[in-house]
T-cell receptor
Framework: DAKTTQPPSMDCAEGRAANLPCNHSTISGNEYVYWYRQIHSQGPQYIIHGLKNNETNEMASLIITEDRKSSTLILPHATLRDTAVYYCIVRRNQGSGNTGKLIFGQGTTLQVKP | SQTIHQWPATLVQPVGSPLSLECTVEGTSNPNLYWYRQAAGRGLQLLFYSVGIGQISSEVPQNLSASRPQDRQFILSSKKLLLSDSGFYLC?????????????FGSGTRLTVV
């Protein structure tokens, strides 16, 4: 699975949009971009994933560049409860012969400030 | 609906003592199951994964072992704990049918070896 690069930390003002970047320049055509977050002392929580089109759900939006070498997770109106470590992970989806292992990097620690 | 149970929530064990952590999944069949560990201040490390009963794959050499005696039960064990086994242990599950949602994690067990 392709490696990802994320900034170690970011700050965001409460109520503003948080834009978390991720580089995955070695991504291959059958690999998806997944985002998870881990609030302190809890298990990681799935946020969103995508292949090449932009995606939006009730939690966030995912913008993937046309060449798929980078992506941005957008939390449109960050709250204090969004303070967490955000992980960008690239992997193939599960299928025949693929266990779907999820390998976490160091992630970005997002601090939402009042 | 699917749920994942992990216990105990916290555990303090002396060096050299045995360990058994249990994880069970409800509401699904034939899940892929995973054990992760997070040492203090570190990232999530995949320890074991299982694609079926009795099928265990180890990701890293270590003092721990895993077993899957039933379809929805995953157990992490050690015969003799080391200080370095301290950490936050997380169980997770996924299925091919839930590929679009990635993994669901349990609430974790915080193990302190003293």
């Amino acid at each position: 699975d392709a490696k990802t690069t994320q900034p170690p930390s970011m700050d965001c003002a409460e109520g503003r949009a948080a834009n978390l970047p991720c580089n995955h320049s070695t991504i291959s055509g059958n690999e998806y971009v997944y985002w998870y977050r881990q609030i302190h002392s809890q298990g990681p929580q799935y946020i969103i994933h995508g292949l090449k089109n932009n995606e939006t759900n009730e939690m966030a939006s995912l913008i993937i560049t046309e060449d798929r070498k980078s992506s941005t997770l957008i939390l449109p109106h960050a709250t204090l409860r969004d303070t967490a470590v955000y992980y960008c992970i690239v992997r193939r989806n599960q299928g025949s012969g693929n266990t779907g292992k999820l390998i976490f990097g160091q992630g970005t620690t997002l601090q939402v400030k009042p | 609906s699917q749920t994942i149970h992990q216990w105990p929530a916290t555990l303090v064990q002396p060096v050299g003592s045995p360990l058994s952590l249990e994880c069970t999944v409800e509401g699904t069949s034939n899940p892929n199951l995973y054990w992760y560990r997070q040492a203090a201040g570190r990232g999530l490390q995949l320890l074991f994964y299982s694609v079926g009963i009795g099928q265990i794959s180890s990701e890293v050499p270590q003092n721990l072992s895993a077993s899957r005696p039933q379809d929805r039960q995953f157990i992490l064990s050690s015969k003799k704990l080391l200080l370095s086994d301290s950490g936050f242990y997380l169980c997770a599950w996924s299925t091919r049918q839930r590929t679009n949602y990635g993994y669901t994690f349990g609430s974790g067990t915080r193990l302190t070896v003293v």
